[in-house]
């Protein structure tokens, strides 16, 4: 006799399954959008041609779309049409591609989806621009919505975009100015904090509300979607966090990578309350070392996390706060019930994943 327990396990494979199959539905349509409708090819110019050649390798790559796929999916839950959606979908998509290549310079990382980082494969001032380049593309990209749209949602649009490339540079520079700082005193609090701002608007937040201006949501829903997706987003780069420590070659980038880039986690906020002073004094010295020493020691940091089982806090963590976005989600008014349950389906997903 299969249990209760079993049962849901399989159920939940199963609606995992149906997930990831329209996920990747939509990221062949947003794809298509992107590298046969957006982005240049052609250039009788050399360096302009590698340019292009540069442009179009991060978006080439094999990838998820989570966030796109969030975008459509919102916007088809709040009764919009999937057609209406798509252009705004592979803007984001072009926004992911361009914050990823100068991510990857800022924290010298050295993978990107499985291979070198755009920046290990030129130099990093060509990989710079070639991301400034999918920047400004982006925001020309948005104007063409007045076409389909009209000018008052494709403002509305435009102005969503823009406040979540702030509060996403804003994160960024708050995670950056605490390794830069070489900032130990930080809290789970101050964690949440820059998460919300750097991961939170632009994977969940966005996303569910770009859908659902696009779809003429009322107020009181975009509003709950800031709520919802703040902690969607927080457990999923939570999650993030914890597969960067135990996850395999799927994950795409270099295990333990976090720690060679000396990003303040989660994981090692939680580890600095737990360890001892010498210990919390050790740790602080091998980030202070240059990325190759702290690749030789940084095992010793890996010993403690196992040690205080940092990395199951975390993922309780996850599974808390995503819990809570769904309990904020089942509050909104939708339209499309199936569509519905797909988002409800993405906050399950986002602490399952394995990449």
Known sequence: MVSAQTGEKERMTLETKKLLSEMARVKTAVDKVVLDELLPKESKVPEVRLLYKMMRDYPSRPAKGMRPFICVTGCKAFGGKEEDVMLTAAC???FQNWILIH???EDSSEMRRGM???HKMYDWTLALNAGDALHALMWGSLLRNKERLGMTKTLAVFEEFSTMVSKTTEGQHIELGWVVGDRWDLTEAD???MCTKKTSWYTAISPLRLGGI???ADERSLELMVEAGMKLGVGFQIHD????LSGDS???KEIGDDLL????TLILIHLLTRCSTSERHEVARIFRLPRDERRRQVGYVMELIQRHDAIGYAKKTAVSVVKEAKALLARARWKSKDAAERIDSIAHYAIERDW
């Open 92 to 94: 984001l998509e072009i």
């Open 214 to 216: 696009i779809a003429g």
């Open 103 to 105: 991510d990857d310079i």
């Open 191 to 193: 964690y949440f904090d």
């Open 241 to 244: 966090d914890v597969l960067n």
């Open 261 to 264: 880039e000396g990003k303040r």
């Open 250 to 252: 799927k994950y795409g």
């Open 116 to 118: 070198p980082a755009l």
